[in-house]
């Protein structure tokens, strides 16, 4: 009798080590897909933090990928007496535009956040108002480019906010780029004067 209580006790026993052993495969099966739900690049900042600034950065990204679109479909199709000093301020704000989207990409993925600049989305999030195709007048393109730089500083302004509590290196690229924008729109605003 004592004999088969032991052995009931270390086939228990052996029967305890196997479930242990299956509740930590579990966990790390779980541990494994959780990391892999998170991505591959770690975040400095917390889940919250992260998908919040993630969403900005993202907001901010379909915009300037627009305004670059934009002032280089305006710098192709532009006409009228000041032509030329219009359309070599354009490039200016096409490479500045670009630069910015670059920074601003880079950055979400330096929080963790798969950044999508892909043109369907561009077109489907971009706060940047439509251009209409064919020529346009200079007057009417600086008109056009100080509407764009307004949404897109309008859209800026909103999100330093937004990131001033869940990330402040965000936020310091958010007012770089708000300054150097702004300073567009005052120079595209001053032709209109
Ligand atoms: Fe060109």
Redesign the pocket.
């Known amino acids: 009798m004592a004999e088969k209580s032991t052995k009931s006790k270390s086939t228990a026993k052996k029967d305890t080590a196997k479930k242990d052993t299956a509740k930590k495969d579990t966990a790390k099966k779980s541990g494994k897909a959780a990391k892999k739900a998170e991505g591959p690049i770690t975040s400095p900042l917390s889940a919250e933090e992260r998908d919040i600034t993630g969403g900005v950065l993202q907001d901010t990204l379909v915009d300037l990928i627009d305004l670059h679109l934009v002032a280089k479909q305006a710098?192709?199709n532009v006409v009228g007496r000041f032509f030329r000093d219009v359309?070599l301020q354009l490039?200016e704000l096409v490479t500045s535009a670009r630069g910015y989207a670059d920074d601003v990409a880079e950055r979400a993925v330096t929080i963790g956040v798969s950044p999508d600049g892909r043109a369907a989305t561009v077109a489907k999030g971009s706060d940047v108002p439509e251009f209409e195709p064919d020529w346009h007048n200079d007057q009417e393109v600086v008109e056009a480019i100080v509407t764009a730089l307004h949404e897109v500083i309008a859209g800026l302004r909103k999100r330093i906010d937004e990131t001033d509590k869940t990330d402040l290196v965000t936020q310091d690229l958010l007012i770089a780029i708000a300054a150097d924008l702004e300073k567009a729109h005052w120079m595209w605003q001053a032709q209109l004067a």
């Open positions: 710098h192709w359309h490039d």
